[in-house]
């Protein structure tokens, strides 16, 4: 699928606007798993075809080298296995080749079992009994002039290359092509934080239905003012993700703020009509993860809808969301973008913070930071680049004084997931811009 149909779909996509009472989207029908194996295949056939000949041009590498063993799969590998497959083999060894001129990437395999077709089997055993000679000679055959390896002292995403087998690397290949291996920390980010066309088709339904359980979850079907306490939702949220055959990458909180109480209320904290609700929730579906945050509000006897300074620290919430989006600038630092945004939002009267992260295959995924709710300053971990065809969770609160809780400050804390073209940023599936009711 072309990027430019992908990002058609996504604009096209139902709730593509406002989430809220108004727009309380329903939990739709899920994918049976053996469809959801047909789109994680395909998705990953199209990455290793269109990502991985641009990546190893971009960073001058003409060969790639990945290692890994069963169950102790490093975060590279652990994206390039088929649907069945559930883990690495004894040792796999993945190697990308490309030989120059346009032509296509070479992906071989050393080792003892297939790679579900996207890779061609380049060993023998009962030839080559050893796996790394087995390797040094394709290495040699091929020549390569920058063979790249995964290591890093920053990103764990890209620190694969273990120590063991960095030595028995080394042990295996000659003098002149190990002369040539480059530990490398960019080719793996680029791998994990490179979106597809494919992906980009599906991430809008995967969002939305993370936005809908958690709609589900701020209702009467979840909760019982006066009886439903925080962590009974936590667990509802919990239950009702296995219930649905998806995967949670962490476990959901619920927090309640109330008028007269100070911070955050949690564990065994019961819900009380005029309380304001929060829920930090992500979900896992073919490969791709949610990162969101959303809130409601529990109706008093007599009321319909939540007071208005609720409703305004919520479109303030919004307006720091705007502010942040436009801040992007492929190429800028997270630390640039953080230090932009902060910037016009305290212009415009916001008091803000500003945490935003990638997102992809992991919740808290490759790539650079924008800002930590612990450290609003530059940090090591946001002074990479921000590069395009990235998908983000844009993460943030407004701190807000409501006159209806006699100017006590509330946080609006609000996150949706979202993907940056190099130019514009835009919801995956929307955003919430009005408070979900329990009445």
Not at 34 to 54: F, M, W
Not at 266 to 278: N, S, Y
């Given at each position: 699928?072309?990027?430019?149909?992908?990002?058609?779909?996504?604009?096209?996509?139902?709730?593509?606007?406002?989430?809220?009472?108004?727009?309380?989207?329903?939990?739709?029908?899920?994918?049976?798993?053996?469809?959801?194996?047909?789109?994680?295949?395909?998705?990953?056939?199209?990455?290793?075809?269109?990502?991985?000949?641009?990546?190893?041009?971009?960073?001058?590498?003409?060969?790639?080298?990945?290692?890994?063993?069963?169950?102790?799969e490093e975060p590279v590998v652990a994206t390039m296995l088929d649907s069945e497959a559930f883990s690495a083999r004894r040792r796999t060894i993945l190697v990308f080749y490309d030989p120059g001129r346009g032509r296509p990437v070479e992906r071989l395999t050393v080792s003892r079992y297939g790679m579900g077709g996207l890779f061609e089997p380049?060993?023998?055993?009962?030839?080559?009994?050893?796996?790394?000679?087995?390797?040094?000679?394709?290495?040699?055959?091929?020549?390569?002039?920058?063979?790249?390896?995964?290591?890093?002292?920053?990103?764990?995403?890209?620190?694969?290359?273990?120590?063991?087998?960095?030595?028995?690397?080394?042990?295996?290949?000659?003098?002149?092509?190990?002369?040539?291996?480059?530990?490398?920390?960019?080719?793996?980010?680029?791998?994990?934080?490179?979106?597809?066309?494919?992906?980009?088709?599906?991430?809008?339904?995967?969002?939305?239905?993370?936005?809908?359980?958690?709609?589900?979850?701020?209702?009467?079907?979840?909760?019982?003012?006066?009886?439903?306490?925080?962590?009974?939702?936590?667990?509802?949220?919990?239950?009702?993700?296995?219930?649905?055959?998806?995967?949670?990458?962490?476990?959901?909180?619920?927090?309640?703020?109330?008028?007269?109480?100070?911070?955050?209320?949690?564990?065994?904290?019961?819900?009380?009509?005029?309380?304001?609700?929060?829920?930090?929730?992500?979900?896992?579906?073919?490969?791709?993860?949610?990162?969101?945050?959303?809130?409601?509000?529990?109706?008093?006897?007599?009321?319909?809808?939540?007071?208005?300074?609720?409703?305004?620290?919520?479109?303030?919430?919004?307006?720091?969301?705007?502010?942040?989006?436009?801040?992007?600038?492929?190429?800028?630092?997270?630390?640039?973008?953080?230090?932009?945004?902060?910037?016009?939002?305290?212009?415009?009267?916001?008091?803000?913070?500003?945490?935003?992260?990638?997102?992809?295959?992991?919740?808290?995924?490759?790539?650079?930071?924008?800002?930590?709710?612990?450290?609003?300053?530059?940090?090591?971990?946001?002074?990479?680049?921000?590069?395009?065809?990235?998908?983000?969770?844009?993460?943030?609160?407004?701190?807000?004084?409501?006159?209806?809780?006699?100017?006590?400050?509330?946080?609006?804390?609000?996150?949706?997931?979202?993907?940056?073209?190099?130019?514009?940023?835009?919801?995956?599936?929307?955003?919430?811009?009005?408070?979900?009711?329990?009445?």
């Open positions: 699928m072309a990027l430019a149909a992908a990002l058609a779909m996504m604009v096209a996509a139902p709730n593509a606007g406002q989430l809220g009472e108004d727009a309380r989207p329903q939990v739709p029908a899920m994918p049976t798993l053996r469809e959801q194996a047909r789109t994680i295949d395909a998705s990953l056939k199209e990455r290793l075809e269109t990502v991985i000949p641009a990546i190893m041009r971009e960073r001058g590498m003409d060969m790639w080298v990945l290692v890994a063993r069963e169950n102790f380049a060993w023998d055993p009962a030839k080559q009994p050893d796996q790394w000679k087995a390797l040094a000679a394709i290495v040699r055959a091929r020549a390569p002039k920058r063979i790249a390896v995964n290591s890093s002292r920053a990103s764990a995403y890209a620190d694969g290359m273990t120590l063991s087998a960095w030595d028995e690397l080394n042990e295996a290949l000659a003098p002149a092509d190990r002369a040539r291996v480059v530990r490398d920390d960019t080719l793996a980010i680029r791998w994990l934080e490179s979106r597809s066309a494919a992906e980009l088709a599906a991430y809008p339904r995967i969002v939305g239905m993370a936005q809908a359980i958690i709609a589900e979850g701020f209702s009467n079907k979840a909760i019982v003012p006066g009886r439903t306490t925080s962590a009974d939702l936590v667990w509802w949220y919990r239950e009702r993700i296995a219930g649905l055959k998806l995967e949670t990458w962490f476990q959901p909180s619920v927090g309640i703020q109330r008028q007269g109480a100070r911070g955050m209320l949690e564990g065994d904290t019961v819900i009380r009509p005029g309380d304001l609700l929060w829920v930090d929730f992500g979900i896992v579906s073919e490969r791709l993860a949610t990162d969101t945050q959303h809130l409601a509000y529990v109706l008093k006897p007599g009321e319909r809808a939540a007071p208005a300074g609720l409703r305004a620290g919520l479109a303030a919430a919004n307006r720091l969301q705007d502010i942040t989006m436009a801040s992007f600038r492929a190429g800028d630092s997270g630390n640039a973008i953080l230090a932009r945004a902060r910037a016009a939002a305290i212009a415009a009267g916001i008091t803000p913070s500003i945490y935003s992260h990638p997102v992809g295959f992991h919740g808290h995924a490759a790539g650079s930071a924008i800002g930590f709710w612990d450290n609003q300053a530059a940090d090591p971990r946001g002074a990479g680049p921000v590069r395009a065809n990235t998908c983000w969770s844009i993460e943030l609160m407004a701190k807000v004084p409501v006159p209806e809780w006699g100017g006590q400050v509330v946080e609006f804390r609000q996150e949706e997931d979202a993907f940056f073209d190099g130019r514009h940023v835009r919801w995956l599936n929307g955003r919430q811009t009005g408070l979900y009711l329990v009445r």
